[in-house]
């Protein structure tokens, strides 16, 4: 019967333009997906490290970004001798927040680790490192991966 | 069967040998420390498997990195899969104190994740048998812990010519900085082995 016909193939019709609309969407989002997936990757792994000789009680660090920070540390980068090293993550003004600071007695160099600003309650932070030693100057490496803003 | 003198001689030298084989092998594998340190907690039921593994996990990525520049890690390789938890619920901030030992017989130990590897066998610079850090925050304080080797019998932290008793367990040791003192304030740590030895660990030197 003509109506019949003419429904069943209005019915394929349609169900073929919401095959095509589906699948149109579900690539667009299979898109954004990867889009965001590589951007949060290649963010998640940046490394940022600074080399720098610091006397008794004085430090360095990069205070004009604020980081949120993955894995910092301060290392001793001299590995034959014992010294103390002490990292700390501080607010866009410098104050402290947390810091971490030891001697390992290893004789093979100190790394004082911090984990994740967010693990500590805090989500960017600026990334210091530290001699609190009372005599000797060294230097030191401050190691972070890094998300980047 | 009767034995003769010549086979009690040989069985006497047998005996000997093995038992001196046993010796020296047994010293050369706790003077190359390789996989081993002197922290019984690593296999003791008193101390149960760590329970933040994003702590622990933390820390071992970090301290297995070699810093740029060096071919090797000189901590060895962490291995995260034996942590334990020494203290739990520990000072006003009711903190864990996590750790778990590397295959060069260091001991990496964390609380929060804050942390590092350190030696305890005695062997180390100042020959104290503990390694041990400091983590301040705005909301828990400043608190001093760290790994005592097995031959540590008490830990005190000496501040102002006051020794302050740390807690001392399953290898682990805690000490919460009273409020208004701060690292600089802390002249020392004193272990004081088994064997009645007092070791200073001085700081900031």
């Known amino acids: 019967m003509p109506s019949a016909r003419r429904a069943k193939g209005a019915g394929r019709g349609r169900r073929s333009r919401t095959m095509g609309r589906t699948l149109v969407i579900a690539a667009a989002c299979a898109a954004v997906f990867a889009a965001f997936a590589v951007t949060a990757h290649a963010a998640y792994t940046y490394y940022y490290a600074l080399q720098a000789y610091a006397s008794p009680g004085s430090g360095f660090g990069d205070n004009s970004v604020v980081y949120r920070n993955f894995n910092d540390s301060c290392a001793y980068v001299d590995i034959y001798h014992t010294h103390w090293t002490k990292s700390i993550y501080a607010d866009a003004n410098g104050n402290w927040l947390v810091w971490y600071e030891d001697n390992n007695n290893c004789g093979l160099g100190s790394k004082a680790h911090l984990n994740p600003s967010s693990d500590y309650g805090y989500t960017y932070v600026q990334a210091k490192c530290t001699n609190p030693s009372a005599h000797n100057s060294a230097t030191f490496q401050m190691n972070c991966w890094t998300t980047r803003p | 069967m009767r034995l003769t003198r010549r086979g009690l001689l040989i069985i006497g030298l047998l005996v000997c040998c093995a038992t001196a084989g046993t010796l020296v092998g047994a010293t050369l594998a706790g003077a190359s420390g390789v996989g081993t340190s002197p922290v019984a907690a690593f296999t003791s039921s008193s101390a149960p498997p760590a329970t933040d593994q994003t702590f622990i996990q933390g820390l071992a990525a970090d301290e297995g990195t070699p810093n740029p520049g060096t071919s090797a890690n000189p901590v060895g390789t962490p291995l995260p899969a034996q942590a334990r938890d020494l203290i739990a619920n520990a000072g006003p901030a009711h903190d864990t104190l ?6 060069s017989g260091e001991v990496c130990f964390e ?11 005695g062997g180390e610079p100042y020959g104290a048998g503990i390694s041990f850090g400091i983590l301040g925050t705005r909301t828990g304080g400043t608190r001093l812990y760290g790994v005592a080797s097995d031959y540590v019998a008490k830990v005190d932290v000496e501040i102002a010519g006051t020794d302050y008793p740390a807690t001392l367990s399953n290898n682990g040791f805690y000490f919460a900085l009273p409020d208004g003192i701060t690292s600089d304030h802390i002249q020392s740590v004193v272990a004081t082995w088994k064997d009645g030895s007092v070791h200073t660990y001085p700081m900031h030197s």
């Open chain 2, 111 to 121: 609380v929060l994740g804050a942390g590092d590897c350190g030696n305890v066998n």
């Open chain 2, 98 to 103: 996590g750790a778990f030992p590397t295959s």
